[in-house]
Nanobody, 124 residues
Framework: QLRLVESGGALVQPGGSLVLSCGAP????????IGWFRQVPGKEREEVIC????????YSPNTLKGRFSISRDGAKFTAFLQMNTLNTEDTAVYYC?????????????????WGQGTRVTVSS
């Protein structure tokens, strides 16, 4: 059964960069669209970026566009979230999720499988 394993969360200074990983041990994510979300205590889970599996098109909120990007390794076993120019408002637990569909979604309940989350803290 496919499961997602995330890693890469850390403490980073404002202005810094970080890369999160999302792997599916023993499985390829080739046919899965991917979404990255984040959540802080007391708030709803919010979308960060998502990628269509069919053509690699990505979508992110205007407030994050340009700072966050998705990539996958060549064999498509692992997906990465590149985060640049981080600020304190980016502090959250970050989750990756997949759905077996050619298109991604910003709605969390459209995703079938979720990672365990990885904590990112942006602080000086």
């Amino acid at each position: 059964q496919l499961r997602l394993v995330e890693s890469g969360g850390a403490l980073v200074q404002p202005g810094g960069s970080l890369v999160l990983s999302c792997g599916a041990p023993g499985f390829t994510l080739k046919d899965y669209s991917i979404g990255w979300f984040r959540q802080v205590p007391g708030k709803e889970r919010e979308e960060v970026i998502c990628e269509d599996s069919i053509d690699g098109q990505t979508y992110s909120p205007n407030t994050l566009k340009g700072r966050f990007s998705i990539s996958r390794d060549g064999a498509k076993f692992t997906a990465f979230l590149q985060m640049n120019t981080l600020n304190t408002e980016d502090t959250a637990v970050y989750y990756c999720a997949v759905r077996k569909s050619p298109t991604c979604s910003w709605k969390p309940d459209m995703y079938e499988i979720w990672g365990q989350g990885t904590r990112v803290t942006v602080s000086s």
